[in-house]
């Protein structure tokens, strides 16, 4: 990683670092309309990577009293969205093309960020489509995907009128300050590219109200802004409402319920549990690295430095699991599987030592698989031609700081993730409930994928046969079965303590045992 690089990663750092300082001085002083801007905003990222995966299909909301109006519909948004896709797309091919040769690093690096705003920018523009203006009663929710909102009451009120851009003698658009603007156009895109929607009306509002921000943050502002193609309905039907609403027959607890215009929705995931699940995966990536450069000198095959590779596997893992636990928590929910220790700890609906029993019997589970698959080892090594004394197991505590990376890292993919997506699978496209056939089905597919996963490891170590390929096979399933049963029937948690348990068999103890 040459100095350019690390003086650019110091400045982002340290400017994400003056951000979060702000935004949390902001939240203490009161100045946010949510919790914590820094949880806000990690939810809202994966709110938007939620929608442009898997929100592709608008839908309608005019139910139960609720009207909905559509404000992307004609908006120069779309246009603009589908630019700056082609240029994300175009440049980050380009930008690999160029570097990869030169500079590997910074051209995955690249890479990355150009996937990262092309899921961002697909993301936002699903938000909008799927976040029409509600009127619900008396009360007005117009909220702009992931980026702002505004509640008022329609006793807010002072009047709606007719209302035109305003252009200063240059030509640059004169922006108004203290407004909301109901438009699918980012504010910030306007003012960079002077490209607005036609302003149609204003709801100008008796005293000022609150609107959410980006982040969280609180605004003041005395108007609303509609640029909408087709207003006439949503203005004559707020007209109407303005007109016969008297305050005198409406009790004054409705007024202070604002959230009656959504509705009181579940959140989509288990957001405590994620971002515990997220945490240990990053230990957990930073318990292997040493590790794999100890056993496997990962860093010099990859050019890296320790400090540098570390720091690309942290981030590697960070990305993939923050993708795939989210999916897997948003999953786990329609099978009925469970993280329960970590649930116990965060609703109080457990006592943590009422799982003590089962730790103890997944550590057992866990040396017995160990103890089963070093047996296997022995008894195929010899026909097989396989040196067991040569395998590079590092020291004692880089094997422990490798098996608990390991059981984490692995266990979050292959049985969280990977067994609850083929039970939901099983369940989207056969008819019946999750029996155990489909249950054993999806562990031992999970096994199987788990074996072949490894292949790159054992192939950095040994002569490949298909002999060994098959051996590799079983050794891996052994574990897989184990640990994706412990994973169904008792708990996530359990099934990452028997793996912990049954790699110090095969990488702490085995190893000097063989010797």
Excluded at 334 to 362: N, W
Aim: aromatic fraction near 12%.
């Amino acid at each position: 990683m040459d100095t350019q690089m690390i003086i650019s990663l110091i400045i982002l750092i340290t400017l994400a670092e003056v951000g979060a300082v702000i935004l949390y001085v902001k939240y203490k002083k009161g100045d946010t309309t949510e919790g914590n801007p820094l949880i806000t905003i990690l939810k809202k990222e994966w709110v938007v990577f939620y929608y442009a995966l898997f929100k592709w299909k608008i839908k309608k909301d005019d139910v139960n009293g609720v009207r909905t109006y559509d404000y992307h519909k004609g908006s120069n948004y779309f246009w603009l969205f589908i630019a700056l896709l082609h240029e994300q797309v175009i440049e980050a091919i380009v930008f690999h093309i160029y570097l990869k040769e030169v500079d590997p690093l910074r051209a995955n690096i690249l890479v990355v960020l150009h996937v990262y705003s092309i899921l961002y920018m697909l993301g936002d523009y699903n938000l909008v489509r799927n976040s029409p203006i509600l009127l619900k009663g008396n009360h007005v929710l117009m909220k702009i995907g992931a980026r702002r909102s505004l509640r008022f009451h329609i006793g807010d009120v002072a009047a709606i009128q007719p209302a035109r851009t305003q252009y200063r003698n240059n030509g640059g658009i004169i922006h108004e300050k203290n407004v909301f603007h109901v438009t699918a156009l980012p504010r910030v895109l306007t003012r960079i590219f002077g490209m607005i929607d036609e302003l149609k009306y204003e709801i100008v509002f008796k005293e000022p109200v609150y609107a959410r921000g980006y982040f969280g943050q609180k605004k003041e502002v005395h108007k609303a802004l509609i640029y909408l193609e087709e207003p006439d309905s949503l203005v004559r039907d707020l007209q109407e409402r303005a007109d016969r609403y008297d305050e005198r027959e409406e009790v004054e607890e409705e007024r202070l319920t604002a959230a009656a215009v959504e509705g009181k929705r579940a959140p989509l995931i288990n957001w405590k549990v994620y971002f515990s699940l997220l945490f240990l995966n990053v230990l957990g990536a930073l318990a292997i690295a040493p590790y794999a450069m100890a056993r496997e000198n990962l860093h010099e095959v990859m050019g890296l430095g320790k400090l540098s590779f570390t720091l690309f596997y942290v981030v590697q893992v960070l990305l993939e699991a923050g993708i795939l636990l989210f999916i897997a928590l948003w999953l786990m929910k329609k099978v009925k599987l469970s993280v329960p220790v970590i649930e116990a700890f965060f609703t109080k609906s457990k006592p943590l030592y009422s799982f003590y029993k089962k730790m103890v019997q997944s550590a057992m589970y866990g040396i017995l698989a160990g103890v089963a698959i070093s047996i296997f080892s022995l008894i195929v090594s010899k026909p097989l031609g396989v040196d067991n004394s040569s395998l590079n197991e590092p020291a004692w505590w880089l094997g422990t700081l490798g098996s608990f990376g390991a059981a984490v890292n692995e266990e979050s993919i292959f049985r969280l993730f990977l067994i609850t997506l083929i039970l939901w699978l099983f369940l989207k496209f056969t008819k019946g409930a999750v029996t155990k056939p489909k249950i054993w089905t999806a562990i031992c597919i999970s096994s199987l994928v788990f074996g072949v996963m490894h292949y790159s490891v054992a192939a950095a170590n040994l002569e490949m046969s298909v002999g060994i390929f098959l051996s590799m096979l079983v050794i891996n399933g052994i574990g897989g079965l184990v640990f994706g049963a412990l994973f169904v029937f008792m708990g996530l948690e359990f099934a990452m303590i028997a793996h912990f348990t049954a790699d110090l068999v095969l990488h702490v103890v085995g190893p000097r045992v063989v010797e």
